[in-house]
Nanobody, 117 residues
Framework: QVQLVESGGGLVQPGGSLRLSCAAS????????MAWYRQAPGKQRELVAS?????????NYADSVKGRFTISRDNAKNTLYLQMKSLQREDTAVYYC?????????WGQGTQVTVSP
């Protein structure tokens, strides 16, 4: 079973940037399309960005983050990234990584992103 560990969150001012990382255990990470999700207080978890398996040549983004967030992967390091810029208060949430399709891996603990002056 793949284990996922998210990191890189923190407190940032509006307009700031953060880079999230998701380290996956095992050696099967590279074959799966992966995604970043987020869950704000009182809201359902939503998909933020996804990337295809293998070389990750195809990416997709929620409209709310398009042009501001960039998803990428380094299969040699079994790591998924989310570069976030021009952060807004509405981006405040716990961010998780997991498979983009099909049954999920066990969810990690997530990483908190708080955007506040």
């Amino acid at each position: 079973q793949v284990q996922l560990v998210e990191s890189g969150g923190g407190l940032v001012q509006p307009g700031g940037s953060l880079r999230l990382s998701c380290a996956a255990s095992g050696n099967i990470f590279s074959v799966y399309p992966m995604a970043w999700y987020r869950q704000a207080p009182g809201k359902q978890r939503e998909l933020v960005a996804s990337i295809s398996g293998g070389s990750g040549g195809t990416t997709n983004y929620a409209d709310s983050v398009k042009g501001r967030f960039t998803i990428s992967r380094d299969n040699a390091k079994n790591t998924l990234y989310l570069q976030m810029k021009s952060l807004q208060r509405e981006d405040t949430a716990v961010y998780y990584c997991n498979k983009a399709l099909g049954s999920s891996f066990s969810w990690g603990q997530g990483t908190q992103v708080t955007v506040s002056p």
